[in-house]
C-alpha cells in the first residue's frame, strides 16, 4: 500500500531551523500534488503549504508564508519542508499528505488528501 514517512522532526529553540522530509512510497509521486498540514494540542489540523505535481507552484499558509519553503525531487519520490524563524506557536505534529487532483480553492482541505503519513513532531521552545 502507499507509504508516506516524514522524519526531520525534533526540538529547536525559537528562531531556529528544521528541515522536514516525508519519503513516499508505491504511489506515482509525480502524479500527486504534496502538501504539509500540522495539528497541535488541542487544535485542529491546519493547512501548512503545498507543492504541484511539477513543484512549479507552491502555496503557503499566511502563518508560515515567508519562513517555510515546500520542495519536492520526483526522482526520488521526495517533499521537503524548510522551517526558518520558528516561533512557540509553530509546535505542533507535522503530516505530509497526498492527493492526485487540486484546485487552489480546496488546497487546504485535508479531506481531498488521499494518502497521509504518520506524522512528525516539531517542538519549539522559547
Known amino acids: 500500500q502507499v507509504q508516506l514517512v516524514e522524519s526531520g522532526g525534533g526540538l529547536v529553540q525559537a528562531g531556529g531551523s528544521l528541515r522536514l522530509s516525508c519519503a513516499a512510497s508505491?504511489?506515482?509521486?509525480?502524479?500527486?500534488?504534496m502538501g504539509w498540514f500540522r495539528q497541535a494540542p488541542g487544535k485542529e489540523r491546519e493547512f501548512v503549504a503545498a507543492?504541484?505535481?511539477?513543484?512549479?507552484?507552491?502555496y503557503y499558509a499566511d502563518s508560515v508564508e515567508g519562513r517555510f519553503t515546500i520542495s519536492r525531487d520526483n526522482a526520488k519520490k521526495m517533499v521537503y519542508l524548510q522551517m526558518n524563524s520558528l516561533n512557540p506557536e509553530d509546535t505542533a505534529v507535522y503530516f505530509c499528505?497526498?492527493?492526485?487532483?487540486?484546485?487552489?480553492?480546496?488546497?487546504?482541505?485535508?479531506?481531498?488528501?488521499?494518502?497521509w503519513g504518520q506524522g512528525t513532531q516539531v517542538t519549539v521552545s522559547s
Open positions: 499528505a497526498a492527493r492526485r487532483t487540486f484546485t487552489t480553492a480546496t488546497m487546504t482541505v485535508g479531506a481531498l488528501y488521499e494518502y
Open positions: 508505491r504511489l506515482t509521486f509525480s502524479s500527486y500534488v
Open positions: 507543492i504541484s505535481w511539477s513543484g512549479g507552484n507552491t
